[in-house]
């Protein structure tokens, strides 16, 4: 079996496992890839993230030639972009395709006329599509699409050994890691946590994005700079998730974010956004909290009962070790590829 995809983390972690297990696999990416592992790596020139016809067209023939030499048994593909190209290169070759939606932002934060070209766009594309993968039953349900052509497969993360915590203080830690830039929404919690100057509270934001310089003048703005702190990027955030106490994620628009399983692999509860297929992840009131409309009132409970904190991170615990580790999407991924390669 082949596996030909984007350069994304989760892609890049499921070719390796693929690799790891024997498969041949191959990986079709652009040519800024930063990803190397057990797989073989091609580049497609053209292939580029914004839309143009003309290098669009390009990158579609490109496709087609390294998949009539490489013949794989099966094309995953990912993203949008790769999405619409990776069908298209398929046409006439026999090729079957599985296509991933890592979540559908670009259908629920655009605008109406965009949600009915997004959808329309699908649709003329299903005939092209011989499967589909959802991360949730939101999303395939959004999206309307042929049931029988669906399976929905989470995301899921290696386990990572977790630390005692050594030094507790009365100050509530909470830690947001992820991009600063839209979807993601940071600003409502900070500006909620302007309300609680009377309570011991530390925010660390791991992170970079397009809302750097915006967050860093509204954290000064209200006085907070001794209480919140922006670490950028980090090589490795596992040890922001040991010391906080609970793991806030904002959004407009999510799948099932990784950023969410890892603090539910380090035993820490959640406050996230009621977006998408967050409601798969979160247990409420159990493992965390889902926020509808206002943070303010989470923020409020936990502040006057961070007793509960502990025993609500390893309910998640229990939760993440049930419903989405590696080893579960993985096996679901590797099932389904076999499916699809033997009706070829």
Same mark, same amino acid.
């Given at each position: 079996?082949?596996?030909?995809?984007?350069? *994304?983390?989760?892609?890049?972690?499921?070719?390796?496992?693929?690799?790891?297990?024997?498969?041949?696999?191959?990986?079709?990416?652009?040519?800024?890839?930063?990803?190397?592992?057990?797989?073989?790596?091609?580049?497609?020139?053209?292939?580029?993230?914004?839309?143009?016809?003309?290098?669009?067209?390009?990158?579609?023939?490109?496709?087609?030639?390294?998949?009539?030499?490489?013949?794989?048994?099966?094309?995953?593909?990912?993203?949008?972009?790769?999405?619409?190209?990776?069908?298209?290169?398929?046409?006439?070759?026999?090729?079957?395709? +599985?296509?991933?939606?890592?979540?559908?932002?670009?259908?629920?934060?655009?605008?109406?006329?965009?949600?009915?070209?997004?959808?329309?766009?699908?649709?003329?594309?299903?005939?092209?599509?011989?499967?589909?993968?959802?991360?949730?039953?939101?999303? *395939?349900?959004?999206?309307?699409?042929?049931?029988?052509?669906?399976?929905?497969?989470?995301?899921?993360?290696?386990?990572?050994?977790?630390?005692?915590?050594?030094?507790?203080?009365?100050?509530?830690?909470?830690?947001?890691?992820?991009?600063?830039?839209?979807?993601?929404?940071?600003?409502?919690?900070?500006?909620?946590?302007?309300?609680?100057?009377?309570?011991?509270?530390?925010?660390?934001?791991?992170?970079?994005?397009?809302?750097?310089?915006? !967050?860093?003048?509204?954290?000064?703005?209200?006085?907070?700079?001794?209480?919140?702190?922006?670490?950028?990027?980090?090589?490795?955030?596992?040890?922001?998730?040991?010391?906080?106490?609970?793991?806030?994620?904002?959004?407009?628009?999510?799948?099932?974010?990784?950023?969410? !399983?890892?603090?539910?692999?380090?035993?820490?509860?959640?406050?996230?956004?009621?977006?998408?297929?967050?409601?798969?992840?979160?247990?409420?009131?159990?493992?965390?909290?889902?926020?509808?409309?206002?943070?303010?009132?989470?923020?409020?409970? +936990?502040?006057?009962?961070?007793?509960?904190?502990?025993?609500?991170?390893?309910?998640?615990?229990?939760?993440?070790?049930?419903?989405?580790?590696?080893?579960?999407?993985?096996?679901?991924?590797?099932?389904?590829?076999?499916?699809?390669?033997?009706?070829?």
């Amino acid at each position: 079996m082949q596996h030909i995809g984007g350069a *994304q983390q989760v892609v890049h972690q499921q070719a390796e496992a693929l690799a790891t297990k024997g498969h041949d696999v191959h990986v079709l990416t652009a040519p800024d890839s930063v990803y190397k592992g057990a797989y073989h790596l091609h580049t497609i020139p053209h292939l580029k993230r914004n839309v143009s016809l003309h290098e669009d067209w390009k990158a579609v023939w490109e496709t087609r030639q390294n998949l009539r030499r490489l013949k794989p048994d099966v094309l995953t593909i990912h993203s949008t972009k790769a999405g619409t190209i990776g069908r298209l290169a398929t046409i006439g070759t026999g090729i079957p395709n +599985v296509y991933t939606f890592h979540g559908i932002s670009y259908v629920t934060t655009a605008t109406r006329g965009m949600r009915i070209l997004g959808r329309l766009h699908e649709k003329l594309f299903s005939t092209l599509t011989d499967r589909y993968i959802f991360l949730t039953k939101y999303d *395939q349900k959004t999206m309307r699409l042929p049931a029988r052509k669906c399976a929905i497969i989470p995301n899921g993360i290696h386990e990572k050994p977790i630390l005692v915590r050594e030094n507790y203080s009365d100050v509530l830690r909470l830690l947001w890691v992820g991009r600063l830039s839209p979807p993601k929404d940071p600003l409502p919690l900070i500006e909620a946590l302007a309300n609680f100057t009377d309570s011991k509270w530390k925010l660390d934001i791991v992170g970079t994005g397009t809302l750097d310089h915006e !967050l860093t003048k509204r954290i000064d703005g209200l006085g907070l700079a001794d209480r919140i702190k922006l670490h950028g990027e980090v090589s490795d955030p596992h040890p922001f998730y040991e010391e906080c106490d609970v793991v806030v994620l904002l959004s407009k628009s999510e799948g099932i974010p990784l950023v969410l !399983l890892e603090a539910m692999a380090h035993q820490k509860p959640i406050i996230a956004s009621a977006t998408n297929g967050i409601e798969t992840i979160i247990e409420e009131g159990q493992t965390g909290y889902i926020v509808r409309q206002t943070i303010q009132p989470y923020l409020d409970y +936990v502040f006057k009962h961070s007793d509960k904190l502990e025993i609500m991170g390893k309910k998640g615990y229990q939760r993440f070790r049930k419903h989405f580790t590696f080893h579960q999407m993985i096996r679901a991924t590797e099932d389904l590829l076999s499916e699809v390669a033997k009706k070829k």
